[in-house]
């Protein structure tokens, strides 16, 4: 007399194993001993003791009078019913019904062909329904572009992985290299769909869509504020005092600006419509921004020229909002 397997041995699994670790190992090994797929002699012996283990894991009060009797509380021993411990076919699914749900997992090995491997009918050929197609699910991906890109626009290169869940956002792509076209003036946190580059669609669906959240990268000396384009024009003491005009860059170009006398850090020399433009017509303005800068090294002359000078300037801070109480802290 045979001594009776250990059901969860054969499974590959503790006795604590919870239902999903119990599914999960038997669809590996059905899917690895199938006679349809292994063709070892023993494979058909292989898969009839999976499957019996599984028909009673699977079954909580099965599996309960398992764990206190063994086999003989279960009464089974030989095979499972309906195997009689011969060599399995799927057609006696097609015959009869699918009390394990393992047809799924022969859909997945033997999808879209017309029979199985050795001439006999496939899943479907002896009038199963056929699963309605789903839509695959949309993938996420983020995608950093220069500054200069995201103002002017432009196009970025991406790679999709060769599977889902993998590459620059996992689409359908099989290590496909896509274009794709970024919108002047777009922001970080803005969204671009790529559709049809997402997860494969179960059963003959349609795929789904890449989603691209924008990042955009940095630029050596413009910034942004929405459309409107800032950048940092330094002047000496002089300058400032007396007024000056200057040459500065633009997204395409350059512009004079005439900065008046008496400037002071921080304002803003503005130029209308010179900033970032969107494709619909809506454009940002230019911002000079006005940096004074003191030299940290004088001459002796220039030193003395500024000393001579100094009684003449009016004091800036006796106008500022908290003077008042600056000179009563102090008396």
Excluded: C
């Amino acid at each position: 007399m045979a001594v009776a397997k250990d059901y969860y041995e054969l499974l590959g699994v503790e006795r604590g194993a919870t239902a999903d670790e119990i599914r999960r190992a038997y669809r590996t090994l059905a899917r690895k001993y199938h006679p349809d797929v292994n063709k070892s002699t023993d494979a058909a012996t292989r898969f009839s003791e999976i499957q019996e283990a599984y028909d009673v894991l699977s079954d909580a009060g099965k599996r309960k009078a398992y764990d206190r009797f063994g086999a003989a509380g279960v009464g089974v021993g030989s095979g499972p019913a309906g195997f009689g411990g011969g060599r399995w076919d799927f057609r006696d699914f097609a015959a009869g019904g699918d009390p394990s749900g393992f047809s799924s997992i022969f859909e997945e090995m033997f999808a879209g062909r017309a029979g199985s491997p050795h001439g006999g009918p496939g899943p479907r050929a002896a009038g199963a329904r056929r699963p309605r197609p789903r839509r695959g699910g949309d993938a996420q991906h983020r995608l950093t572009v220069s500054f200069l890109t995201a103002a002017r626009g432009g196009s970025e290169r991406i790679r999709l992985g060769g599977g889902a869940g993998g590459g620059a956002g996992g689409g359908a792509g099989g290590g496909q290299s896509i274009e794709v076209k970024i919108p002047a003036g777009i922001d970080s946190g803005a969204k671009l769909r790529l559709k049809g580059k997402g997860h494969p669609g179960p059963d003959g669906g349609a795929a789904g869509d890449i989603i691209l959240t924008i990042a955009v990268g940095k630029h050596p000396y413009f910034r942004r504020e929405g459309l409107d384009l800032l950048v940092d024009v330094p002047l000496t003491l002089a300058e400032a005092a007396l007024g000056t005009t200057v040459t500065v860059p633009l997204l395409t170009g350059s512009v004079e600006i005439k900065v008046p006398p008496g400037a002071a850090s921080g304002q803003r020399l503005r130029v209308k419509g010179k900033g970032i433009a969107r494709p619909q017509g809506a454009a940002g303005d230019f911002h000079a921004v006005i940096q004074i800068a003191a030299p940290k090294t004088l001459s002796d002359r220039a030193r003395q020229l500024l000393s001579d000078l100094a009684p003449e300037l009016k004091n800036p801070r006796e106008s500022a909002p908290w003077a008042a109480d600056a000179r009563g802290s102090a008396g």
